[in-house]
């Protein structure tokens, strides 16, 4: 229970600092800004009162489920051991590579995101993990290091994603590049979206495969960040589909549709 108390009031500490400093008025309209600044007020004079919000603690779908096949979890394991701490004379150290979280909701569990995720459409869900069965569609945790610039995301597709028989659909397969050259993209550059996406699709991916999706920075320009990915299977024999990806800053005002 204790935990749990410090844990939410983290989450607070966390939600205000992520919209101090930040000029709504400049990034949103004025309705927007509105509804925000409300919303803001309410939470901080409960905050004050009472030992609100208890929330339960997002759902991680990244963790492993019983879905996974055994060569899933043994690629997981390989690069979760990589995110250990190393013991050097008695302190610990920390590696570049981080697991990466993956929740339903895109911003709700960013700092200040809960506000921004209900004023765009409370019932939004992330594409990808919108499927409650677990093992139908997209299995994935995305691996991260930092001073590499690159990820590694290992997948396993699903039997919901078939495209040609026996096969992942296209989409399904772009969808994930998408999503992994994206979250390096933002890991890197803070919020984006994609402008740009070139898939070269080698060879059939089978249903159920496990594959990995290595992602690296290319290169930045100004507001743009472009990324390299290449899916291959596990062992790194077979090349599945290579891709380049262009990302563009953005001002959060612009998902309200302001070009500030
Ligand atoms: C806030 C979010 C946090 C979320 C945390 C969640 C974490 C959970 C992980 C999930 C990760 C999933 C990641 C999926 C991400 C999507 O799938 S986003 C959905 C698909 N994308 C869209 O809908 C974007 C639609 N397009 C647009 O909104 C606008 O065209 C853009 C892309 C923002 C650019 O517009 P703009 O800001 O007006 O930029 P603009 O001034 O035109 O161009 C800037 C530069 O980019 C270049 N450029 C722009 N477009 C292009 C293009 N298509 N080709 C080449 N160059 C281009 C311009 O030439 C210019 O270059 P320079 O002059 O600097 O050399």
């Keep these: 229970m204790l935990g749990q108390i410090v844990r939410s009031l983290g989450r607070m500490q966390q ?6 400093g930040v000029r709504l008025h400049q990034l949103l309209s004025k309705e927007t800004h509105g509804h925000l600044q409300t919303s803001l007020e309410n939470t901080r004079a409960i905050s004050t009162v009472s030992l609100w919000p208890f929330s339960s603690q997002p759902r ?15 690629v997981y394991d390989h690069y979760n ?15 570049p590579w981080r697991k990466l979280p993956s929740y339903n909701r895109s911003i709700k569990y960013a700092a200040g995101g809960i506000h921004l995720s209900k004023l765009i459409q409370a019932k939004a869900r992330l594409f990808t993990r919108n499927v409650k069965e677990q093992g139908a569609t997209f299995e994935y945790v995305v691996f991260v ?7 590694v995301c290992v997948f396993q597709a699903g039997h919901l994603l078939e495209g040609a028989p026996g ?11 998408d999503t992994v050259t994206g979250t390096l993209a933002g890991f890197l550059s803070g919020p984006i979206m994609t402008a740009n996406l070139n898939i070269d699709y080698r060879s059939p991916m089978p249903l159920g495969s496990v594959v990995l999706i290595h992602s690296a920075l290319d290169r930045k320009e100004r507001r743009k960040t472009y990324i390299t990915c290449k899916v291959s299977s596990t062992d790194e024999s077979k090349l599945y589909t290579e891709a380049t990806a262009l990302f563009v800053s953005i001002g959060v005002g612009h998902l309200f549709g302001s070009r500030n």
């Design 15 to 20: 939600l205000s600092n992520g919209l101090k």
């Design 60 to 74: 991680d779908f990244s963790q492993p489920n019983s879905s996974w096949s055994p060569e899933m979890r043994k």
């Design 81 to 95: 051991t990589l995110c250990d701490p190393d013991t050097e004379n008695g302190e610990e150290k920390r590696g």
């Design 145 to 151: 290091n930092k001073e590499e610039k690159r990820c």
């Design 167 to 177: 096969h992942v659909h296209g989409g399904a397969i772009a969808t994930m590049i």
